[in-house]
């Protein structure tokens, strides 16, 4: 098993978790990012100002905490730009034909008791995995 | 006030992903490598997010309403359907290729590398695409 540190992933999940429920008990919405992202390229006009409010709140913690932390995370690099493309191409189609993503389905789906959210979290977790596998230890690239 | 918790919801959101190191792609591909050095972070962070808001969306959903009186905008359907599932495995598969997923991918933008830049910008391609079929959901 990899080493990692146990604390800071419970801590970081459970801030995760309470931004869904202020994001739901303040806006009555799902944080669910690909929604949020996906509904405001959808929506040019109306219903937006706030997904990109989130977003840019988002983009801000992130960088708040790389301020106080900047190296428990060391940026990837060499990883071939063709496979983050297509990666990113993969995840965006698939999320929004899907419905939702991790935090969507997973943390919020899965905490509302939907068996759609069951069964699409099920599915991706299932679906990374072969991948990785059939990546490094089938076929042996990255 | 909505905004000031839309901004709060949103700021520990990204606090909480980079604080959890699911901005480390390496992490999360460690998770779905479960035929070589597997690396728990991400069941950890699941779980701390569910503890919390397993709870909170049940005390919401008693109250039947936001704290401000508002509709909670939760979705009501239940049925499974072939783009839900079509659309997960997608997904799964892309996550599985680079080891972002869409929060993560947008939060790690602010370590000022490359790396999440290449995968947002094939997300925002594939969700215009997505657009584009001029299919919606719910």
């Known amino acids: 098993m990899a080493e990692f540190d146990w604390l800071p992933a419970l801590a970081g999940g459970a801030l995760i978790g309470l931004a869904a429920v202020l994001l739901l008990g303040g806006l009555g919405r799902i944080a669910g990012i690909s929604g949020i992202l996906g509904g405001a390229l959808e929506r040019p006009r109306g219903d937006t100002a706030w997904r990109w409010w989130f977003l840019a709140a988002l983009l801000a913690g992130a960088a708040l905490h790389r301020l106080l932390d900047p190296v428990s995370v060391t940026p990837r690099t060499g990883y071939p730009v063709l496979l983050l493309l297509a990666a990113g191409l993969l995840v965006g189609l698939g999320t929004r034909l899907g419905s939702g993503c991790t935090s969507g389905h997973g943390v919020c789906g899965l905490a509302g008791l939907s068996p759609r959210s069951l069964v699409a979290t099920v599915t991706f977790i299932a679906a990374g995995m072969l991948t990785v596998w059939l990546l490094r230890h089938a076929l042996g690239v990255v | ?138």
Do not use: K, N, Q
């Open chain 2, 1 to 138: 006030m909505g905004r000031l918790f839309v901004i709060g919801s949103g700021l520990l959101f990204g606090f909480g992903l980079d604080l959890a190191r699911m901005t480390d792609p390496a992490r999360v591909l460690g998770f779905l490598d479960v035929a070589g050095r597997w690396d728990p972070t991400l069941l950890f962070v699941m779980a701390g997010a569910l503890a919390v808001s397993v709870p909170g969306f049940a005390l919401l959903r008693r109250r039947g309403a936001t704290w401000f009186a508002g509709t909670l905008r939760l979705p009501e359907r239940r049925d499974l359907d072939g783009p839900l599932v079509g659309g997960a495995a997608l997904f799964g598969v892309g996550w599985g290729l680079a080891g972002y997923c869409p929060g993560p991918g947008i939060a790690a933008l602010s370590h000022g590398a490359l790396d999440p830049a290449w995968f947002v910008v094939g997300m925002l391609l594939g969700m215009l695409a997505y657009a584009a079929l001029g299919r919606r959901t719910g």
